[in-house]
C-alpha cells in the first residue's frame, strides 16, 4: 500500500538553529500539504502546493520557514531560525487533486526546540 | 474561530458496545467531510469520508452520519474494539476552485479509549 514518507521522524534542535524536514508524497499525488499540530489540538495547515506551485500559504510565518517542491514530487519545509514555540509534529499529507480530495498523511516528525 | 468542533474531550465505552463521536461545523463552505483515527507519535489514519450530497455513508464497523441542516456530522464503531482506542479527529474541506481542494479544518480530537 502507497504511503507517505518523511524524514526525519524526530528532531531536537536548540532554538536559533536551522532545522528541515523532507516529505515524499504517494506517488502521482498531484497535492501536497504541510500541517502542523501541537499537543492537544488538531492539526492547522501552513502550506499547500498544487505540483510544484503553492497554492495556499497564508498560515506559514513566512519570516522564519519556508517550503519547496521544486520538481513537483518530493518537498522540504525549512525553519530558520527555530524557536522554542515550534515545538510542535510537522505532518506531511498528500491527495490526488481531482481524482480524490481525501488527504493522506505521513508518520510525521516530531520537533523539540530547547 | 473554531469552525469545527468536537465538543467531548474524551469517551469511555465498555468492548463490543457502540462508540459515538460527534462534531460540529459552522462555515456553510464545507462540502467533504473525513474522520481520523491518531495514534502517539503517528501520523492521523484515514478511517471514512462522506460528501455533503449524502447523508450516510457505511464502511464495515464504521458508519458516519452527516446532517447538513444541523451542521452536524458523527462517526459510530460497532462493535467498538480495544484497539480502537486512539484520538479522533473530524475533519472538513470545501472546494477551493481550480484543478485544487482546499485545506482540511480539523476539530480538536476525542480521545476514545475502549476497556475489554
Known amino acids: 500500500e502507497a504511503e507517505v514518507a518523511q524524514s526525519p521522524r524526530y528532531k531536537i534542535t536548540e532554538k536559533s538553529q536551522a532545522v528541515a524536514f523532507w516529505c515524499d508524497p504517494i506517488?502521482?499525488?498531484?497535492?501536497l500539504y504541510w500541517y502542523r499540530q501541537i499537543l492537544g489540538q488538531g492539526p492547522e495547515l501552513l502550506v499547500q502546493?498544487?505540483?510544484?506551485?503553492?497554492?495556499?500559504d497564508s498560515q506559514l510565518p513566512k519570516d522564519r520557514f519556508s517550503a519547496e517542491r521544486l520538481k513537483g514530487v518530493d518537498s522540504t519545509l525549512k525553519i530558520q531560525p527555530a524557536e522554542l514555540g515550534d515545538s510542535a509534529m510537522y505532518l506531511c499529507a498528500s491527495s490526488p487533486g481531482l481524482a480524490g480530495r481525501t488527504q493522506y498523511f505521513g508518520p510525521g516528525t516530531r520537533l523539540t526546540v530547547t | 474561530d473554531q469552525q469545527v468542533k468536537q465538543n467531548s474531550p474524551s469517551l469511555s465505552v465498555q468492548e463490543g458496545r457502540i462508540s459515538i463521536l460527534n462534531c460540529d461545523y459552522t462555515n456553510s463552505m464545507f462540502d467533504y467531510f473525513l474522520w481520523y483515527k491518531k495514534y502517539p507519535a503517528e501520523g492521523p489514519t484515514f478511517l471514512i469520508s462522506i460528501s455533503s450530497i449524502k447523508d450516510k455513508n457505511e464502511d464495515g464497523r464504521f458508519t458516519v452520519f452527516l446532517n447538513k441542516s444541523a451542521k452536524h456530522l458523527s462517526l459510530h464503531i460497532v462493535p467498538s474494539q480495544p484497539g480502537d482506542s486512539a484520538v479522533y479527529f473530524c475533519?472538513?474541506?470545501?472546494?477551493?476552485?481550480?484543478?485544487?481542494?482546499?485545506?482540511?479544518?480539523f476539530g480538536q480530537g476525542t480521545i476514545l479509549t475502549v476497556h475489554p
Open positions: 475533519a472538513a474541506s470545501g472546494n477551493a476552485g481550480g484543478t485544487s481542494y482546499g485545506k482540511l479544518t
Open positions: 502546493f498544487q505540483d510544484e506551485s503553492v497554492v495556499d
Open positions: 506517488s502521482g499525488h498531484a497535492t
